[in-house]
């Protein structure tokens, strides 16, 4: 009996160092592929975080949040997350769906009566604006107007889709992914709540969360304990790109979300967890909206705001398993927010730059996820 207690002991210890020599293999791993991109400690750089279930295996910043004060980045910077934004003001939307204060197949024309063209738009819906399937066209200017769209908030993104004369197509039938689409639906929060709709999205969303550390853009830049954007210049000298030199940066609706990545966790926790919004419809939102009148050569690849697929691929890498992503790329910012659904892996990234090899490093990291058999 002793010796049988002393084997299975023996074979405890054993899986016990295996598990834990994987482990620190992964890390290495994740470790070298992202230091190769952010090897200098005194340039802008960004923070990135690996949990499989409640375990987080990776979690490492990289750079400074501020050149000027020399402040790094950590777990608990706040960046801008760029569109990922956009899963925030659709989750809003679909609070308020719930609720029943709207219908997400409620025309626009019932919260924008003073579209020029009204038969124009008239099959147009909220749920065309949530997957990018309205067809109405980005008639922003922002090239010769510049300096209006430094400061122009989601009203002003959205006025210039009011006059509108054509569409790309008809609601439904294909995909164009569309910015002030997005700042239309934070004027409809606004419409139904009467308050702001940053401040419904801080109640509704942020506080069940317990996203405490997150800010949202309101006109003016949240120029405190945030991390700023650059971009690299001439002679690798890396100047500020955010707030007060990227037209359309004020405009909130289409990516004015800031957070760290461990509210981000907290956040793709309360939405696997049904914080505030129902199972049905939180699974309703995470599933490819297919039109019955869809004409597109491509297949859909979007629910209400998520990006949906079964395929990582990019160049030599090419990985099978389901995912829900989104990413953000706002002036020197970029983002992105990747759940495994099957193997309750969440994969966050956000940096104060733009990256020399961005789509390489997020399909990677899954390529060594599924290298490790975290995708068997």
Avoid at 132 to 160: C, L, W
Avoid at 227 to 252: C, I, S
Avoid at 260 to 270: F, P, Q, R, T
């Amino acid at each position: 009996m002793k010796k049988h207690n002393l084997l299975i002991l023996a074979l405890l210890i054993l899986v016990s160092c295996n598990k834990e020599k994987s482990k620190k293999t992964i890390t290495t791993e994740l470790e070298n592929l992202f230091t190769k991109e952010f090897f200098l400690e005194n340039e802008p750089g960004g923070s990135i975080i690996i949990k499989k279930g409640e375990n987080t295996i990776f979690s490492k910043s990289y750079g400074v949040s501020d050149i000027e004060s020399g402040e790094k980045n950590s777990e608990n910077t706040i960046f801008n997350t760029g569109s990922i934004s956009k899963t925030f003001v659709s989750n809003a939307i679909l609070i308020l769906h719930e609720r029943k204060q709207l219908d997400i197949n409620d025309h626009i024309l019932k919260y924008f009566p003073d579209f020029k063209n009204k038969s124009l738009v008239k099959d147009i819906k909220i749920k065309h604006f949530l997957t990018h399937t309205s067809g109405i066209p980005d008639a922003r200017d922002v090239y010769n107007n510049q300096d209006f769209y430094i400061t122009a908030k989601d009203t002003a993104n959205f006025e210039p889709l009011k006059k509108v004369d054509s569409l790309l197509f008809q609601p439904g039938e294909k995909y164009t992914y569309s910015n002030p689409a997005y700042n239309g639906l934070a004027l409809i929060i606004e419409s139904v709540t009467k308050q702001p709709w940053q401040d419904f999205v801080i109640e509704n969303i942020f506080k069940p969360s317990g996203m405490d550390h997150s800010k949202i853009t309101n006109g003016s830049f949240p120029d405190s304990n945030v991390a700023h954007g650059y971009y690299e210049g001439r002679k690798g000298v890396f100047q500020e790109y955010d707030y007060g030199e990227v037209p359309t940066f004020a405009a909130a609706g289409n990516g004015g979300i800031w957070c760290s990545v461990l509210d981000l966790v907290k956040y793709e926790k309360a939405i696997q967890n049904n914080v505030f919004l129902s199972k049905e419809l939180t699974n309703e939102s995470r599933t490819i909206f297919s039109p019955v009148n869809w004409k597109s050569e491509e297949d859909p690849k979007i629910g209400y705001s998520w990006f949906l697929g079964n395929t990582f691929k990019y160049k030599h890498i090419n990985v099978n398993t389901k995912y829900i992503m989104h990413t953000g790329s706002q002036g020197g910012f970029r983002a992105f927010h990747v759940y495994l659904p099957k193997h309750d892996i969440t994969y966050i990234g956000l940096f104060n730059r733009p990256l020399n090899h961005y789509s390489y490093l997020l399909n990677k990291g899954v390529e060594i996820f599924e290298k490790h058999n975290w995708l068997n």
